[in-house]
């Protein structure tokens, strides 16, 4: 199953974040995607098996496109 959604969600967030929305739009879409895709595969025990390391690494990398998600959203305000 395909969706678009995401594509129109983009769209409408890229002239919601005013001039810079193309430069930082696509960056939130992706970095979004990738963590919405690894929690999902957490959620369905994808990460059961995985060395102690790994996991560690994939809750940093979460952390960092959070946290790098949340900076670009709060720089729009100031």
Request: hydrophobic fraction near 55%.
């Amino acid at each position: 199953m395909n969706s678009n959604g995401d594509f129109y969600a983009y769209g409408y967030g890229a002239v919601v974040l005013g001039d810079l929305g193309l430069v930082v739009g696509w960056p939130l879409l992706v970095s979004l995607s990738i963590v919405i895709g690894n929690l999902w595969g957490i959620f369905r025990g994808e990460w059961t098996g995985a060395p102690q390391k790994a996991r560690k690494t994939l809750n940093l990398g979460i952390l960092v496109l959070i946290g790098a998600v949340l900076i670009i959203a709060a720089s729009n305000h100031f």
